[in-house]
């Protein structure tokens, strides 16, 4: 299809969406949805995918150690990896520091990390609709998204940490 101009290139968009060829990576996670894969290698060298976490309730949490709000929240998922961890939470940490995995295991020793991180692929980023740090996505036992936060304020903190609970307790 030959695009010219504004007006052909708004006629070939809408196209591509109804004629459903619309491309996936366009495609936000929502609630209820699965989401959407993943596969990286962590700071120690661990291939980790969506499958590791099939039975689990999974926090995947993306954060960059330049990001102050990003760094706030860590204590807690720490916090919570510690209380939950026995019950069947996991949790993943997936860094947008491009290219720097010594200055993220750094990071990790600093904060006393006690969860796997992996740096995200700018494909991850682009799946995971990402549009400001920091971005939970909460996933249920079945690999469905439970939930999105984004921002690290102790309100938002305490919303995940109840989904968790809750997501926990169900069979």
């Not at 954060?63 to 720490?78: E, K, Q, S």
């Not at 036992?141 to 936060?149: D, L, T, Y």
Request: aromatic letters at 8%.
């Amino acid at each position: 299809m030959k695009v010219t101009g504004i007006l052909g290139a708004v006629a070939a968009a809408a196209f591509v969406i109804v004629s459903g060829f619309a491309s996936p990576s366009f495609a936000l996670p929502k609630k209820g949805e699965p989401a959407p894969p993943l596969k990286v290698v962590s700071t120690s060298g661990q291939p980790i995918s969506l499958a590791n976490y099939k039975g689990y309730v999974l926090v995947v949490d993306f954060f960059a150690t330049w990001c102050p709000p990003c760094r706030d929240a860590i204590p807690h998922l720490v916090t919570l990896n510690r209380k939950y961890g026995k019950q069947g939470l996991q949790i993943l940490g997936l860094s947008l520091d491009e290219g720097d995995e010594k200055g993220v295991k750094d990071f990790i020793v600093r904060k006393r990390i006690n969860y796997p991180v992996a740096l995200a692929s700018g494909d991850i980023q682009t799946d995971y609709g990402l549009r400001s740090l920091p971005t939970v996505y909460v996933i249920d036992k079945k690999g469905n998204v439970a939930e999105k936060f984004m921002g690290g304020s102790d309100e938002t903190l305490r919303k995940m940490e109840d989904l968790v609970k809750k997501l926990l307790a169900e069979k």
